[in-house]
């Protein structure tokens, strides 16, 4: 059985994922790092430190382009020598990525590639623009949010472009832990809604 593909994602409680003005040497945007605190208990036994240790055991990650450059393409390696599908509208055939990343330039390919390179682990998924193409696409099992309760007041937020359409979601875990709830929803598909 394939692992879930499943979006991990630090949000503000405004639905912010990077403040303003996010860019090389600014990849949060200004105040976005206010959003990552709670990585500081990582290495903790409790809540943080399991959300952190299970991200860290997928098989396989899908990034959007955009999040991919702003990471400084990992240096070709997300962790552990997983494979990096970045999901991307067009591809430079003079632009090789590093490592174990890949270029992909459509969404059902790269969600059936991740989930092949994946097994039964569970996919992880980076960035706004990959989250929302594989939602609209019905590629995105889960969302792990970790929210954080803050008002960034702007910035790049996570659901801003999913083309009107409504998407029904369960609610199967939730974590609280110093300065962030961690939320994982499991995304209900159109047949289960009617």
């Given amino acids: 059985m394939d692992g879930p593909i499943r979006l991990y994602m630090s949000m503000s409680l405004d639905g912010c994922i990077a403040g303003p003005d996010d860019r090389p040497g600014q990849e949060l945007g200004r105040g976005g790092g206010r959003l990552f605190n709670w990585l500081d208990d990582r290495e903790s036994d409790g809540p943080s430190g399991q959300v952190y240790r299970e991200a860290l055991a997928t098989g396989a990650v899908i990034s959007g382009g955009r999040t991919f450059e702003l990471a400084g ?15 991307t509208h067009e591809v430079d055939a003079e632009d090789v990525p590093p490592g174990h990343a890949r270029f992909v330039t459509d969404v059902e390919d790269c969600a059936r590639r991740a989930r092949a390179a994946a097994g039964d682990r569970a996919v992880m998924v980076h ?58 929803f499991r995304v209900r598909r159109p047949e289960e809604v009617a």
Avoid: N, S, Y
């Fill in 73 to 87: 393409r990992w240096q070709g390696d997300h962790h552990d020598g997983v494979p990096i599908f970045v999901l």
């Fill in 127 to 184: 960035g706004a623009g990959a989250a929302q193409a594989l939602l609209r696409a019905g590629q995105l099992d889960e969302m792990e949010i970790h929210l954080v309760p803050v008002l960034l007041g702007d910035g790049l937020r996570l659901f801003d472009h999913l083309g009107g359409e409504r998407t029904e979601l369960e609610l199967v875990r939730r974590l609280e832990d110093r300065d962030v709830t961690h939320l994982r």
